[in-house]
C-alpha cells in the first residue's frame, strides 16, 4: 500500500523513516536550546541573549554614567545584530537584569517601570530606559583587548563574543534558571564578599593544576604586534584547580544570599548542594510577632523567600483563612512601598496562638520556600552539573585566560610602541639627514621608501617619523622620548616576566578579586541558620488539646472534642460518649491529646499506628469512620488492643484511661516493656523502642501459631506482675522477670497451659498488691478478689482458679483488676440489657467462690462484656 | 455508601473502573464533538483560519501545515490555490504524546487542524473523509521550527496514524542556503552539494553565504519556487519503517518521563545541527 502511494506520488522525491525525521528534529531542537538558549557559561555566567543584550550596550557606549536610552532601542539593536528571535523574550531578559528582586547585583540600571515583587508587569519597552550598571559594566571591561574569542554573528556581518571576559564571578553572584530540554538549570545567587574571599582563599591555597598539554609560549620572540597573538598556540592557558575542600570553600561561602532577604537553614544541606551541585535549600520570609497596643498580638512579615510573588502570598494566605485552614486572624493588610520596603501586617484575634498562626503560615503559604538547586551550566559547550569548587576553579581559569591575553595585548602593543620609538630615536639623532631627505623626496611615499632604505627603518617606522610633529624636535622633547622609550622597555620586561610565571598571574588576579571585594562588596542580606529548619510537622499547626477517642466493636472510629466543662476524670466523659448506634456498641473509650499517637494491635499480631489529630472529629452522636479507612489493616483484621503513646514516649494503656487517671498522674511512670498475650495463653515481653517507628503498613508485633490471636497488650515497667485468667476461671499469676525478653517478631513463650476448650479471657499486669480482681460469669455472678490471694507461680503452669463455676454461674467472661475504688461497673447482655452497679457494692470474697448475682440474665442471654464508667 | 467505607480497596478499584469509563467517554465525545460542530462556524464548517484550495478532489489536493507568524502569509499568497490550502498554525501545539485526546481535541489549533483535514478523529476516523490526500509540514529551519515538526509528527503518529500509514504525510524541504553574488545576484540552494556545484561554477565571485533560518526570509514567489511549486519541489514523505521503534522513539522523545531522554540528548549531542 505504502509503496504503491509512493509509487503513486511523483512529488514525493525521498522517503522518510518517521522515527529518523522525529530523532533529528528533537535533536537539533534540544540541543539547540540546550546550548544557545536555556543555560548560562560557567565563565561569565550568562544565558547567549543575556549576553548578546550587554554587548550591544557596550558597543552603544550605553555605560553607567552615560544617558540611560530607550530599552525598545537596545532590544532593535540586539535583534537586528545577533539574536534574530522574538523582541518580547530579548526585552524581558533585558528588564530581568534589571530586578532588584531577581539579581543580587543588577547588570542593567533601569528608569521607569521594571515590574514588581507583586508581580506587576514591566511597562512596555516603548516607555522604559536602561544603562548599565556598575555591574554589567565591569563584565565588558577587558572586552576590548583581545581578551576574548569573537564569531561572526547570524548572517556574518558583525562580530560577537563568546563569553564575556567578566572579573565578577557571575554565575554564583546572580544565580541562573533555566528550562532546556531533558534538563534544567536553577543556581542560586551569592553574596560577593563571601565569593570574592573564597576565590583568595583558593588562589592563596596555590594551583594544583598539573600543567599537562599545555604548549609554553616564548613572549619574548612570539609577539612583536598585536597581530601576532593570533598565531599563539590555542592551547596556551593555564586551568586551576586547588586543594580546598568544599567544606574549607564554606568557611567563606555560607550559603546562597538571596537580594529579597530572609533566611536560610540546615548547613548539612546546603553543603550537599555545594557538593553536588545538587539539593534543596530551605528559604524562610522573615516574620516577627508583635504585640499591639490593645493588647492583641500580630505578625509583621518583613521579607520573603526569592521569588515569591508578594500579592500572590497574601492571596493565598486570605484563601486559607476563607478556608479555615489558618484560624485566628482577623485583619490582613500590605503595608509595603518603596521606602520603607516590605510589611505585611497580619493582625491576630485575641484568642489566637501566634506562634501557631506563624507556624502555619510557614507551613502552607510561601513564606517558607525551597530552593531546588541544580547547578547546571554549560562548559567548553557541553551541559555539566557542577558543584561548588568546579565553579569556582572554571572561573579561575577563565580569569588565567584573560590576564593572560590582555597582557597579550599590552606585550603587542608595547612592541609596537618600542618599535616605533626605536624609530623616532634613530630619526632624532640623524634629523638633519632625515629632514633633508625628506625635502628632497617627491612626494610622501617617496620620501618614506627613501628612510627606509637609507636609515634602515621599517615602513611603520617610517610612517610614524613622516608622522612625527615638528615640536618633536625640541631638546626637552627628545627627553621624554628617550624616557618613554625606557618606561617601554620597563614595561616589557616586566610583561614577559608576568607573561611567563603562572604565580604572577594568579596574584594579578587575586589583586583584582581584592579590589573588586573592596569596591562592591556589601553585607550578606540572607541570614543563615546552621541548623535546620525542622519539619513543620502537623503537631506545630495544630493546637495540642485534650479529646475523646471511641472505637466501636464493628471498628469504627471517631474523634470527639473534650467539652471544656468535663476536664475532669475521664470516666464520667467515657459514659457521655458512649452513645451506641444501631447493631453497635462503643469497644474502646480513651482520653488522649491531640498529639498523642494510637497504637492498634489487631489479632493478627500486628501492630499500626496513627495520630490522634488524624481521626476525624465527628459530634457525640456519629458513627464516626471505619477504623480501616485510616489504618492499612486487612477488611477481616480486627483491632483487639490499643495503647496511646504521647509524644515524649509515655505509653497509657486503654484501662488506666477508663478508670479515670488524669494523664499526669501516670506519666511519671517509665514503661520499658510491652507485655503481649494471645487467646491460646502465650505471653511475649518485647522493649518498647522496636516500636518506636511503626510503618503505615503496620510492623508484626508477635508471630501467631495457627488460629491464635493477639488479644492483651499492656505496658509494662519491668517489675511488674502479671495475671491470665480463662474462661475456666483458671489463672495464674507470675513475675514478669519470668518471661524472657525477646525481639519484635518473636512468638514468645506459653504463659499459662490451657485445658482442651478453654481459651484465655484476661491478662492484665498488677501494678499494687492491694487491687482487686473483678470475674464476672456468662450468667451474671461477679465478685472481688484481693490480689494478695492469688499466690505467685512460675509461668506456663495450669495455675490456680480464679473463681468457682458452675452450670449456674456459667464460664467466666470478664476478669479485670480494679485498682481504682468507688466506680460504677456498667454490666451488658450480649442481647443489650443492662445494670449498673457500685463497685464499693461488690462482695470481696475468696478466689474459690462464686460470687453474688450481679444481674439476673435470661436464659438465651449471657453477660457479654463490663465497663468501669 | 456504608458497604463503600467499610471496604475501601472495593471501593478504590470500583472507582478506577468508573473513572476509566468516563475518560473514554469524554475522549469519545471530544472526538464525536470536533466532526460535528461543524456547521455551527462560518463556511461550511471550516476553521476560518484555513486557507482552502478550490478543487475538492482529495487526490489532488494539498494541505500545507505552516508555522504561522513567519510563513503563513506568503504560503497563502504564493500557493497554487487550485489544489493547495494553507493551514497556518499559532504558536506551539499540543504535545499529543503527554495528554489524551480530550485534552489534546480541547487546543484550539488542534481542533481547527481535525476540521481542517475533515477526517475525524479517534472513534469517528474515517480516512475517506480526509480532505486532502498530501498533506505537507512546513516549519522554519530553526530551533522552534525543528521542535513544531516533532509535535506535529507526534500528533499525527498518535492520533491521526493512517494517514501516515498510507503515506500521505510529507514534510516541507526548502533551502538550506542563500547565496549571494555582489549585490544583485542570488540564489536558494537546496543542498551542500548543490552548493558546491554553484560555487565552483562561479569561482571568480566572491559568494555571501547565509545558512537560511526562516520561511519568513523568503517572499511569496521564492517560496512559491523554492518549496512549494508541485514542478520543481522536493517533498519528503514520512514512512513507518518500524511500528514498534516509533513507539519506543516516540514516548522516549515526548513522553513525560524526563531521563530517558536526557539519556538519548546526551548520546546523540553530537549529531546535532545547531541553531545559535
Given at each position: 500500500?505504502?509503496?504503491?502511494?509512493?509509487?503513486?506520488?511523483?512529488?514525493?522525491s525521498?522517503?522518510?523513516?518517521?522515527?529518523?525525521?522525529?530523532?533529528?528534529?528533537?535533536?537539533?531542537?534540544?540541543m539547540?536550546?540546550?546550548?544557545?538558549?536555556?543555560?548560562?557559561?560557567?565563565?561569565?555566567?550568562?544565558?547567549?541573549?543575556?549576553?548578546?543584550?550587554?554587548?550591544?550596550?557596550?558597543?552603544?557606549?550605553?555605560?553607567?554614567?552615560?544617558?540611560?536610552?530607550?530599552?525598545a532601542?537596545?532590544?532593535?539593536?540586539?535583534?537586528?545584530?545577533?539574536?534574530?528571535?522574538?523582541?518580547?523574550?530579548?526585552?524581558?531578559?533585558?528588564?530581568?537584569?534589571?530586578?532588584?528582586?531577581?539579581?543580587?547585583?543588577?547588570?542593567?540600571?533601569?528608569?521607569g517601570?521594571?515590574?514588581?515583587?507583586?508581580?506587576?508587569?514591566?511597562?512596555?519597552?516603548?516607555?522604559?530606559?536602561?544603562?548599565?550598571?556598575?555591574?554589567?559594566?565591569?563584565?565588558?571591561?577587558?572586552?576590548?583587548?583581545?581578551?576574548?574569542?569573537?564569531?561572526?554573528?547570524?548572517?556574518?556581518?558583525?562580530?560577537?563574543?563568546?563569553?564575556?571576559?567578566?572579573?565578577?564571578?557571575?554565575?554564583?553572584?546572580?544565580?541562573?534558571?533555566?528550562?532546556?530540554?531533558?534538563?534544567?538549570?536553577?543556581i542560586?545567587?551569592?553574596?560577593?564578599?563571601?565569593?570574592?574571599?573564597?576565590?583568595?582563599?583558593?588562589?592563596?591555597?596555590?594551583?594544583?593544576?598539573?600543567?599537562?598539554?599545555?604548549?609554553?609560549?616564548?613572549?619574548?620572540n612570539?609577539?612583536?604586534?598585536?597581530?601576532?597573538?593570533?598565531?599563539?598556540?590555542?592551547?596556551?592557558?593555564?586551568?586551576?584547580?586547588?586543594?580546598?575542600?568544599?567544606s574549607?570553600?564554606?568557611?567563606?561561602?555560607?550559603?546562597?544570599?538571596?537580594?529579597?532577604?530572609?533566611?536560610?537553614?540546615?548547613q548539612?544541606?546546603?553543603?550537599?548542594?555545594?557538593?553536588?551541585?545538587?539539593?534543596?535549600?530551605?528559604?524562610?520570609?522573615?516574620?516577627?510577632?508583635?504585640?499591639h497596643?490593645?493588647?492583641?498580638?500580630?505578625?509583621?512579615?518583613?521579607?520573603?523567600?526569592?521569588?515569591?510573588?508578594?500579592?500572590?502570598?497574601?492571596?493565598?494566605?486570605?484563601?486559607?483563612?476563607?478556608?479555615?485552614?489558618?484560624?485566628?486572624?482577623?485583619?490582613?493588610?500590605?503595608?509595603?512601598?518603596?521606602?520603607?520596603?516590605?510589611?505585611?501586617?497580619?493582625?491576630?484575634?485575641?484568642?489566637?496562638?501566634?506562634?501557631?498562626?506563624?507556624?502555619?503560615?510557614?507551613?502552607f503559604?510561601?513564606?517558607?520556600?525551597?530552593?531546588?538547586?541544580?547547578?547546571?551550566?554549560l562548559?567548553?559547550?557541553?551541559?555539566?552539573?557542577?558543584?561548588?569548587?568546579?565553579?569556582?576553579?572554571?572561573?579561575?581559569?577563565?580569569?588565567?585566560?584573560?590576564?593572560?591575553?590582555?597582557?597579550?595585548?599590552?606585550?603587542?602593543?608595547?612592541?609596537?610602541?618600542?618599535?616605533?620609538?626605536?624609530?623616532?630615536?634613530?630619526?632624532?639623532?640623524?634629523?638633519?639627514?632625515?629632514?633633508?631627505?625628506?625635502?628632497?623626496?617627491?612626494?610622501?611615499?617617496?620620501?618614506?621608501?627613501?628612510?627606509?632604505?637609507?636609515?634602515?627603518?621599517?615602513?611603520?617606522?617610517?610612517?610614524?617619523?613622516?608622522?612625527?610633529?615638528?615640536?618633536?624636535?625640541?631638546a626637552?622633547?627628545?627627553?621624554?622620548?628617550?624616557?618613554?622609550?625606557?618606561?617601554?622597555?620597563?614595561?616589557?620586561?616586566?610583561?614577559l616576566?608576568?607573561?611567563?610565571?603562572?604565580?604572577?598571574?594568579?596574584n594579578?588576579?587575586?589583586?583584582?578579586?581584592?579590589?573588586?571585594?573592596?569596591?562592591?562588596?556589601?553585607?550578606?542580606?540572607t541570614?543563615?541558620?546552621?541548623?535546620?529548619?525542622?519539619?513543620?510537622?502537623?503537631?506545630?499547626?495544630?493546637?495540642?488539646?485534650?479529646?475523646?477517642?471511641?472505637?466501636?466493636?464493628?471498628?469504627?472510629?471517631?474523634?470527639v472534642?473534650?467539652?471544656?466543662?468535663?476536664?475532669?476524670?475521664?470516666?464520667?466523659?467515657?459514659?457521655?460518649?458512649?452513645?451506641?448506634?444501631?447493631?453497635?456498641?462503643?469497644?474502646?473509650?480513651?482520653?488522649?491529646?491531640?498529639?498523642?499517637?494510637?497504637?492498634?494491635?489487631?489479632?493478627?499480631?500486628k501492630?499500626?499506628?496513627?495520630?490522634?489529630?488524624?481521626?476525624?472529629?465527628?459530634?457525640?452522636?456519629?458513627?464516626?469512620?471505619?477504623?480501616?479507612?485510616?489504618?492499612?489493616?486487612?477488611?477481616?483484621?480486627?483491632i483487639?488492643?490499643?495503647?496511646?503513646?504521647?509524644?515524649?514516649?509515655?505509653?497509657?494503656?486503654?484501662?488506666?484511661?477508663?478508670?479515670?487517671?488524669?494523664?499526669?498522674?501516670?506519666?511519671?511512670?517509665?514503661?520499658?516493656?510491652?507485655?503481649?498475650?494471645?487467646?491460646?495463653?502465650?505471653?511475649?515481653?518485647?522493649e518498647?523502642?522496636?516500636?518506636?517507628?511503626i510503618?503505615?503498613?503496620?510492623?508484626?508485633?508477635?508471630?501467631?501459631?495457627?488460629?491464635?490471636?493477639?488479644?492483651?497488650?499492656?505496658?509494662?515497667?519491668?517489675?511488674?506482675?502479671?495475671?491470665?485468667?480463662?474462661?475456666?476461671?483458671?489463672?495464674?499469676?507470675?513475675?514478669?522477670?519470668?518471661?524472657?525478653?525477646?525481639?519484635?517478631?518473636?512468638?514468645?513463650?506459653?504463659?499459662?497451659?490451657?485445658?482442651?476448650?478453654?481459651?484465655?479471657?484476661?491478662?492484665?499486669?498488677?501494678?499494687?498488691?492491694?487491687?482487686?480482681?473483678?470475674?464476672?460469669?456468662?450468667?451474671g455472678?461477679?465478685?472481688?478478689?484481693?490480689?494478695?490471694?492469688?499466690?505467685?507461680?512460675?509461668?506456663?503452669?495450669?495455675?490456680?482458679?480464679?473463681?468457682?463455676?458452675?452450670?449456674k454461674?456459667?464460664?467466666?467472661?470478664?476478669?479485670?483488676?480494679?485498682?481504682?475504688?468507688?466506680?460504677?461497673?456498667?454490666?451488658?447482655?450480649?442481647?443489650?440489657q443492662?445494670?449498673?452497679?457500685?463497685?464499693?457494692?461488690?462482695?470481696?470474697?475468696?478466689?474459690?467462690?462464686?460470687?453474688?448475682?450481679?444481674?439476673?440474665?435470661?436464659?438465651?442471654?449471657?453477660?457479654?462484656?463490663?465497663?468501669?464508667? | 455508601?456504608?458497604?463503600l467505607?467499610e471496604?475501601?480497596?472495593?471501593?478504590?478499584s470500583?472507582?478506577?473502573?468508573?473513572?476509566?469509563?468516563?475518560?473514554?467517554?469524554t475522549?469519545?465525545?471530544?472526538?464525536?464533538?470536533?466532526?460535528?460542530?461543524?456547521?455551527?462556524?462560518?463556511?461550511?464548517?471550516?476553521?476560518?483560519?484555513?486557507?482552502?484550495?478550490?478543487?475538492?478532489?482529495?487526490?489532488?489536493?494539498?494541505?500545507?501545515?505552516?508555522?504561522?507568524?513567519?510563513?503563513?502569509?506568503?504560503?497563502?499568497?504564493?500557493?497554487?490555490?487550485?489544489?493547495?490550502?494553507?493551514?497556518?498554525?499559532?504558536?506551539?501545539?499540543i504535545?499529543?504524546?503527554?495528554?489524551?485526546?480530550?485534552?489534546?481535541?480541547?487546543?484550539?489549533?488542534?481542533?481547527?487542524?481535525?476540521?481542517?483535514?475533515?477526517?475525524?478523529?479517534?472513534?469517528?476516523?474515517?480516512?475517506?473523509?480526509?480532505?486532502y490526500?498530501?498533506?505537507?509540514?512546513?516549519?522554519?529551519?530553526?530551533?522552534?521550527?525543528?521542535?513544531?515538526?516533532?509535535?506535529?509528527?507526534?500528533?499525527?503518529?498518535?492520533?491521526?496514524?493512517?494517514?501516515?500509514?498510507?503515506?500521505?504525510?510529507?514534510?516541507?524541504?526548502?533551502?538550506l542556503?542563500?547565496?549571494?553574488?555582489?549585490?544583485?545576484?542570488?540564489?536558494?540552494?537546496k543542498?551542500?552539494?548543490?552548493?558546491?556545484?554553484?560555487?565552483?561554477?562561479?569561482?571568480?565571485?566572491?559568494?555571501n553565504?547565509?545558512?537560511?533560518?526562516?520561511?519568513?526570509?523568503?517572499?511569496?514567489?521564492?517560496?512559491?519556487e523554492?518549496?512549494?511549486?508541485?514542478?520543481?519541489?522536493?517533498?519528503?514523505?514520512?514512512?513507518?519503517?518500524?511500528?514498534?521503534?516509533?513507539?519506543?522513539m516516540?514516548?522516549?522523545l515526548?513522553?513525560?518521563?524526563?531521563?530517558?531522554?536526557?539519556?538519548?540528548?546526551?548520546?546523540?549531542?553530537?549529531?546535532?545541527?545547531?541553531?545559535?
Amino acid at each position: 500500500m505504502i509503496e504503491e502511494e509512493t509509487k503513486l506520488n511523483k512529488k514525493a522525491s525521498v522517503g522518510e523513516d518517521i522515527v529518523n525525521e522525529l530523532k533529528k528534529s528533537y535533536i537539533n531542537y534540544a540541543m539547540s536550546v540546550i546550548v544557545s538558549r536555556a543555560l548560562p557559561d560557567v565563565r561569565d555566567g550568562l544565558k547567549p541573549v543575556q549576553r548578546r543584550i550587554l554587548y550591544t550596550m557596550h558597543r552603544m557606549n550605553i555605560g553607567p554614567s552615560s544617558q540611560y536610552k530607550k530599552v525598545a532601542r537596545i532590544v532593535g539593536e540586539v535583534m537586528g545584530k545577533y539574536h534574530p528571535h522574538g523582541d518580547a523574550s530579548i526585552s524581558d531578559a533585558l528588564v530581568r537584569m534589571g530586578q532588584d528582586f531577581n539579581m543580587r547585583y543588577t547588570l542593567i540600571d533601569g528608569q521607569g517601570n521594571y515590574g514588581s515583587i507583586d508581580g506587576d508587569p514591566p511597562a512596555a519597552m516603548r516607555y522604559i530606559e536602561a544603562r548599565l550598571d556598575k555591574y554589567g559594566a565591569k563584565m565588558l571591561e577587558e572586552l576590548d583587548k583581545k581578551t576574548v574569542d569573537f564569531i561572526p554573528n547570524y548572517d556574518g556581518n558583525e562580530e560577537e563574543p563568546v563569553v564575556l571576559p567578566t572579573v565578577l564571578p557571575t554565575l554564583l553572584l546572580n544565580g541562573s534558571e533555566g528550562i532546556a530540554v531533558g534538563m534544567a538549570t536553577k543556581i542560586p545567587p551569592h553574596n560577593l564578599t563571601e565569593v570574592m574571599n573564597a576565590l583568595i582563599k583558593m588562589i592563596e591555597a596555590g594551583n594544583e593544576w598539573d600543567f599537562v598539554d599545555i604548549e609554553k609560549v616564548d613572549y619574548s620572540n612570539a609577539v612583536k604586534t598585536v597581530s601576532d597573538i593570533e598565531n599563539l598556540p590555542k592551547n596556551r592557558f593555564h586551568k586551576f584547580e586547588t586543594s580546598l575542600s568544599v567544606s574549607e570553600i564554606m568557611s567563606e561561602i555560607k550559603g546562597p544570599d538571596f537580594p529579597t532577604g530572609g533566611t536560610i537553614y540546615d548547613q548539612k544541606e546546603i553543603m550537599k548542594v555545594y557538593e553536588t551541585g545538587k539539593g534543596r535549600v530551605v528559604m524562610r520570609g522573615t516574620s516577627k510577632i508583635e504585640e499591639h497596643k490593645n493588647g492583641r498580638m500580630r505578625i509583621i512579615i518583613t521579607d520573603l523567600p526569592y521569588q515569591v510573588n508578594k500579592a500572590n502570598l497574601i492571596a493565598k494566605i486570605a484563601m486559607l483563612y476563607k478556608d479555615k485552614k489558618i484560624d485566628g486572624i482577623s485583619d490582613l493588610r500590605d503595608e509595603s512601598n518603596s521606602r520603607e520596603g516590605i510589611r505585611i501586617v497580619i493582625e491576630l484575634k485575641r484568642e489566637a496562638k501566634p506562634k501557631t498562626v506563624q507556624n502555619q503560615l510557614y507551613k502552607f503559604t510561601e513564606l517558607q520556600k525551597t530552593f531546588n538547586a541544580n547547578m547546571l551550566a554549560l562548559v567548553d559547550g557541553d551541559p555539566k552539573l557542577l558543584n561548588i569548587k568546579q565553579i569556582l576553579q572554571l572561573f579561575i581559569s577563565h580569569r588565567q585566560e584573560i590576564v593572560i591575553r590582555r597582557n597579550e595585548f599590552e606585550l603587542g602593543k608595547l612592541r609596537e610602541r618600542e618599535h616605533i620609538l626605536e624609530g623616532l630615536m634613530i630619526a632624532l639623532d640623524n634629523i638633519d639627514e632625515i629632514i633633508q631627505t625628506i625635502r628632497s623626496s617627491k612626494d610622501a611615499e617617496t620620501a618614506k621608501l627613501a628612510l627606509i632604505t637609507k636609515f634602515k627603518l621599517t615602513e611603520i617606522q617610517a610612517q610614524a617619523i613622516l608622522d612625527m610633529q615638528l615640536r618633536k624636535l625640541a631638546a626637552l622633547e627628545r627627553q621624554k622620548i628617550e624616557e618613554e622609550y625606557k618606561q617601554v622597555l620597563k614595561s616589557i620586561k616586566e610583561t614577559l616576566e608576568l607573561l611567563s610565571s603562572p604565580d604572577k598571574i594568579l596574584n594579578v588576579i587575586k589583586n583584582e578579586f581584592e579590589e573588586i571585594k573592596n569596591k562592591f562588596g556589601d553585607e550578606r542580606k540572607t541570614k543563615f541558620v546552621k541548623g535546620g529548619v525542622g519539619e513543620i510537622s502537623e503537631e506545630d499547626l495544630i493546637p495540642n488539646e485534650e479529646t475523646i477517642v471511641t472505637i466501636s466493636k464493628n471498628g469504627y472510629i471517631k474523634r470527639v472534642k473534650h467539652d471544656a466543662l468535663s476536664a475532669q476524670k475521664r470516666g464520667g466523659v467515657g459514659k457521655k460518649a458512649m452513645t451506641t448506634k444501631e447493631n453497635d456498641e462503643v469497644r474502646h473509650v480513651f482520653t488522649c491529646s491531640t498529639h498523642d499517637e494510637i497504637l492498634f494491635f489487631s489479632n493478627k499480631g500486628k501492630v499500626y499506628s496513627l495520630k490522634v489529630h488524624e481521626i476525624p472529629e465527628y459530634s457525640r452522636t456519629a458513627k464516626g469512620i471505619p477504623v480501616i479507612n485510616l489504618i492499612n489493616i486487612e477488611q477481616d483484621e480486627l483491632i483487639t488492643s490499643i495503647l496511646t503513646r504521647s509524644k515524649e514516649g509515655g505509653i497509657i494503656d486503654e484501662d488506666i484511661s477508663q478508670e479515670g487517671e488524669t494523664l499526669s498522674e501516670k506519666q511519671g511512670i517509665e514503661y520499658k516493656y510491652l507485655i503481649m498475650a494471645t487467646k491460646f495463653g502465650v505471653v511475649k515481653k518485647t522493649e518498647l523502642s522496636h516500636f518506636d517507628n511503626i510503618r503505615s503498613n503496620g510492623l508484626i508485633a508477635i508471630s501467631l501459631d495457627d488460629n491464635d490471636e493477639l488479644v492483651w497488650v499492656k505496658p509494662s515497667t519491668g517489675n511488674d506482675h502479671v495475671i491470665i485468667v480463662t474462661r475456666n476461671a483458671k489463672s495464674i499469676h507470675f513475675r514478669e522477670t519470668d518471661v524472657r525478653e525477646t525481639g519484635r517478631t518473636a512468638r514468645g513463650v506459653r504463659g499459662i497451659r490451657l485445658k482442651k476448650d478453654d481459651e484465655v479471657i484476661s491478662m492484665d499486669i498488677v501494678r499494687k498488691n492491694e487491687d482487686f480482681m473483678l470475674t464476672v460469669s456468662e450468667k451474671g455472678f461477679g465478685k472481688l478478689t484481693t490480689l494478695n490471694n492469688y499466690t505467685i507461680q512460675n509461668r506456663g503452669g495450669s495455675g490456680i482458679f480464679a473463681a468457682k463455676i458452675n452450670n449456674k454461674t456459667g464460664k467466666l467472661v470478664v476478669a479485670r483488676i480494679l485498682d481504682h475504688p468507688h466506680k460504677e461497673l456498667l454490666i451488658l447482655s450480649a442481647k443489650g440489657q443492662a445494670v449498673r452497679i457500685a463497685t464499693d457494692d461488690l462482695p470481696i470474697q475468696g478466689r474459690q467462690t462464686s460470687g453474688v448475682r450481679l444481674m439476673r440474665v435470661k436464659d438465651d442471654d449471657v453477660v457479654a462484656t463490663v465497663a468501669i464508667v | 455508601m456504608t458497604f463503600l467505607v467499610e471496604h475501601p480497596q472495593d471501593a478504590k478499584s470500583i472507582l478506577s473502573r468508573v473513572i476509566l469509563a468516563n475518560r473514554a467517554r469524554t475522549a469519545a465525545k471530544a472526538a464525536r464533538e470536533a466532526v460535528v460542530r461543524k456547521g455551527a462556524l462560518e463556511g461550511g464548517g471550516l476553521p476560518g483560519k484555513l486557507a482552502d484550495c478550490s478543487s475538492k478532489d482529495p487526490s489532488i489536493s494539498e494541505l500545507y501545515i505552516v508555522e504561522g507568524d513567519s510563513a503563513g502569509g506568503p504560503a497563502k499568497q504564493g500557493r497554487d490555490r487550485h489544489i493547495q490550502a494553507v493551514f497556518p498554525l499559532r504558536g506551539k501545539p499540543i504535545n499529543a504524546e503527554k495528554y489524551r485526546l480530550d485534552k489534546v481535541l480541547s487546543n484550539e489549533e488542534m481542533a481547527n487542524l481535525i476540521k481542517a483535514l475533515g477526517c475525524g478523529v479517534g472513534d469517528m476516523f474515517d480516512i475517506k473523509k480526509l480532505r486532502y490526500n498530501t498533506i505537507v509540514l512546513m516549519a522554519d529551519a530553526d530551533v522552534d521550527g525543528a521542535h513544531i515538526n516533532t509535535l506535529m509528527l507526534t500528533m499525527f503518529y498518535r492520533y491521526l496514524k493512517p494517514i501516515i500509514e498510507n503515506g500521505y504525510l510529507y514534510i516541507a524541504q526548502p533551502p538550506l542556503y542563500k547565496v549571494t553574488f555582489g549585490a544583485n545576484e542570488s540564489y536558494w540552494v537546496k543542498d551542500d552539494e548543490q552548493l558546491q556545484k554553484l560555487l565552483t561554477e562561479n569561482k571568480n565571485k566572491k559568494p555571501n553565504i547565509q545558512r537560511f533560518k526562516g520561511l519568513g526570509e523568503m517572499n511569496a514567489e521564492q517560496l512559491w519556487e523554492t518549496t512549494m511549486n508541485p514542478e520543481t519541489r522536493t517533498l519528503k514523505q514520512v514512512v513507518i519503517e518500524d511500528a514498534e521503534e516509533a513507539d519506543k522513539m516516540f514516548d522516549i522523545l515526548m513522553g513525560s518521563n524526563v531521563p530517558p531522554r536526557k539519556k538519548f540528548i546526551q548520546a546523540n549531542s553530537r549529531e546535532a545541527d545547531l541553531d545559535i
